[in-house]
């Protein structure tokens, strides 16, 4: 075939099966200065992490915990897909964390918290205090009867007392379920029904956007939530933001409610000896959406999450315990989880601990904390990043700080923010990980290696040590690199960091990340039982990954998944809505933003209140990330002939898109309609092809 017919065709193929969000890049190097420091430089380091060394050298990574007892086997298979790492070792994930630090480091802040409030001082947790603290708060725990094994729901901002709860759990091997603070008291309350806790940790209040929020409303109605679904919370127990001093207006129940830092007194000067719990033994639950309605709590287990993410943290967040660490992610979700707390802590980090929203009081903001805490790791989300380039463009360089590195995770980034980030937050100087993966996954998937690999913007780069990705189209065929294809990115090989179940649900586990790809159901060759991550991805001819998004009606709303069944289940709670759907919109700084479309009940009038109480009713079942960009009331929703919703027309429309033949629907004029009442009377559609994850919308059901 002539080359000119075959560059057509092959052009031909790619714009009809991606969506091109932006061309490819140029290749960015490391500095001689970054590399000359950095923890790995090891060349070949990816082959040691070949499928042909798989399990063992996975050994690496383990031998970076101090165990209580040795493991006898690297991987267990018997019960595939459920794969137990490091069988037979006794650990403990506060130990590795806290006590055995404190030898060599006792002395050296753990975190440095900042509070929103310009006006407080910053508060220098030292890993000394921060042992004391956590065993006191274990102590507390131990003394309401908690054991290893029970779950506890917590609901707290970003404070110290947050860690110090966690790893007061860890320390007995109680498994906590964070749940993030943002989210509403319903959200909570079903997620402590879920996970079975019967008691929930707090806070009365803390700062957000210059307003001190009443958090304990929230605890209050999740628990009685939890009850009308079924399970009893027998104990809040409340921090105060401000100790000794109650920052909520919420009344405190009697026998119910307890101020922890009161009830800490009971307990001063207590050490409680971490647990030797199994190397597979739980360690937390982290919910996340998925395509039904019903969150699912993903269960990490002790010590393959803990060696994935200290040993990541190492290599790819490059933190040496003379660094100054920030990850501005909120430890309500899995990357505060992993690269705030056991990663880092892990690793004898000092890491900074910031309260609020980035942009408070204004957009110099991190860039004053970075400068004054010399802070030189910065890891963030694109969101972010977009948000601080629009309100503060030149920002970064009226301050003297200097990282050495930098990360960004949680959406793709386009490679325009990528280049402000590299430019003028990391000011040319800083390495950039682009780090792909997700709250099941328990730490990185796709990252480059920061001194071996170059960086393409708006690629994560290759897998990860250990990471064998590979894309699969709907056959099941393998998709190859530099074909220009996309296709459903699966990982052919377990790895420590991946998730150990679906809390209360095995078959959802299997059904949700193996069964699409799975050769033989009672394999118990973990070559048969590839990881289906749920993304649109291709794979350039140099082997990085470019991540298109979700493919199972998630919606990515800055960087946090949010279900469409769950928004939809939310606006069907006000009685005058008959029918919902809802759409990803494109959005400058947020990446995606839910629209959403109903249908009112015969008889009753279009009208603002009722889309106010739909807004209103998704702050409330779900929390104000989830707070849609546009509530359309539509005359009836377009449908096919079987009824089913056709939500892809309705995020062509929303994303002033052609919405393409609609004529074999039931009723193919209302499109017409709600065209012009999206995008007005002309039409105002682009001709650009939609993202992957818009344009795959809807196909989940
Ligand atoms: C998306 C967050 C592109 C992806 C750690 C994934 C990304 C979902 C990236 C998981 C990245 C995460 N580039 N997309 N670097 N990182 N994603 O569970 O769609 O909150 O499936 O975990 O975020 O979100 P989750």
Same mark, same amino acid.
């Given at each position: 075939m002539a080359k000119a017919t075959k560059d057509r065709e092959l052009t031909e193929v790619s714009e009809a099966q991606i969506a091109v969000h932006w061309k490819e890049e140029e290749y960015y190097q490391p500095s001689e200065t970054f590399k000359a420091q950095a923890n790995m430089r090891d060349p070949h380091i990816l082959e040691k992490f070949g499928l042909d060394q798989f399990p063992d050298c996975f050994r690496e990574y383990a031998d970076m915990l101090t165990w209580f007892e040795p493991y %006898? !086997?690297?991987?267990? !298979? &018997?019960d595939a897909p459920f794969w137990k790492w490091f069988v037979g070792g006794k650990i403990n994930a506060c130990y590795n964390c806290v006590d055995r630090h404190l030898d060599k480091y006792g002395n050296k802040p753990a975190f440095i918290f900042v509070p929103e409030p310009e006006t407080e001082p910053d508060v220098a947790i030292k890993y000394r205090d921060l042992s004391s603290r956590v065993n006191e708060m274990a102590a507390l725990l131990r003394g309401l009867g908690l054991k290893a094994g029970d779950r506890v729901t917590l609901h707290m901002p970003m404070v110290p007392e947050l860690p110090i709860t966690m790893l007061a759990c860890a320390r007995l091997g109680i498994v906590h379920s964070q749940v993030f603070g943002g989210f509403s008291g319903l959200a909570c309350g079903s997620r402590i029904q879920d996970s079975g806790s019967r008691v929930l940790i707090t806070m009365d209040g803390y700062w957000r956007n210059g307003a001190l929020i009443d958090h304990k409303a929230n605890a209050d109605i999740a628990v009685r939530t939890a009850k009308d679904l079924g399970q009893e919370v027998d104990k809040v127990l409340v921090w105060q933001r401000y100790p000794g001093k109650y920052s909520a207006q919420t009344p405190m129940v009697p026998g119910r409610d307890v101020f922890v830092n009161e009830l800490l007194k009971d307990y001063a000067g207590q050490q409680v000896q971490p647990v030797a719990l199994p190397s597979e033994g739980p360690l937390f639950l982290m919910y996340s959406s998925g395509t039904t309605g019903k969150p699912k709590g993903a269960q990490h287990g002790i010590a393959g999450y803990l060696a994935y993410v200290t040993a990541t943290s190492k290599w790819i967040l490059d933190i040496h315990p003379e660094d100054t660490y920030w990850c501005m992610a909120d430890i309500g979700w899995i990357t505060g989880h992993s690269y705030i707390v056991y990663g880092p802590l892990a690793n004898a980090a000092t890491s900074v601990l910031y309260e609020g929203v980035p942009t408070f009081p204004d957009a110099g903001r991190p860039w004053r904390i970075a400068e004054r805490l010399g802070v030189n790791i910065f890891h963030t989300a694109p969101t972010a990043i977009r948000m601080l380039r629009k309100l503060g463009p030149q920002e970064p360089r009226k301050y003297q700080y200097r990282f050495k590195s930098m990360t960004t995770v949680g959406e793709p980034i386009e490679p325009e923010t990528w280049r402000w980030y590299y430019n003028e937050v990391g000011k040319r100087e800083a390495v950039i990980t682009d780090t792909w993966w997700l709250t099941e996954t328990g730490g990185f998937l796709g990252t480059t290696v920061p001194a071996i690999h170059a960086m393409k913007p708006g690629s994560c780069g290759p897998g990860a040590p250990g990471i064998h990705p590979i894309i699969y189209d709907e056959t099941g065929a393998e998709v190859p690199k530099g074909s220009g294809r996309a296709g459903n990115i699966c990982i052919r090989n377990p790895w420590p960091g991946i998730m150990q179940t679906i809390w209360g649900d095995r078959d959802r586990y299997v059904k949700t990340y193996f069964a699409k790809y799975n050769r033989n159901p009672r394999s118990k060759d973990w070559r048969d039982w590839p990881f289906m991550c749920g993304d649109g991805a291709v794979q350039a001819a140099d082997g990085y990954y470019r991540i298109l998004g979700r493919i199972d009606d998630v919606i990515n709303v800055a960087g946090h998944r949010l279900g469409t069944k769950e928004i939809e289940s939310a606006c069907l709670t006000v009685p005058e809505v008959a029918e919902a759907a809802v759409v990803p919109v494109q959005d400058e700084v947020k990446g995606r933003v839910p629209e959403v479309y109903i249908a009112v009940k015969p008889g009753v009038p279009p009208s603002q209140d009722v889309i106010d109480r739909v807004i209103k009713a998704n702050e409330e079942v779900i @929390? *104000? +990330?989830? %707070?849609? *960009?546009h509530v359309y009331i539509v005359p009836d929703m377009p449908k096919t %002939? &079987? @009824? *089913? +919703?056709m939500r892809r027309v309705l995020a062509a429309i929303s994303n002033r898109r052609d919405v393409g033949d609609v004529t074999t629907l039931a009723n193919p004029d209302v499109v017409e309609q709600i065209r012009k009442m999206v995008q007005g009377q002309d039409a105002v559609t682009t001709r650009e092809e939609l993202p992957e994850d818009i344009a795959k919308f809807g196909q989940a059901e």
């Open positions: %006898r !086997t690297v991987l267990d !298979t &018997s @929390g *104000k +990330i989830a %707070r849609p *960009k %002939r &079987s @009824g *089913k +919703i």
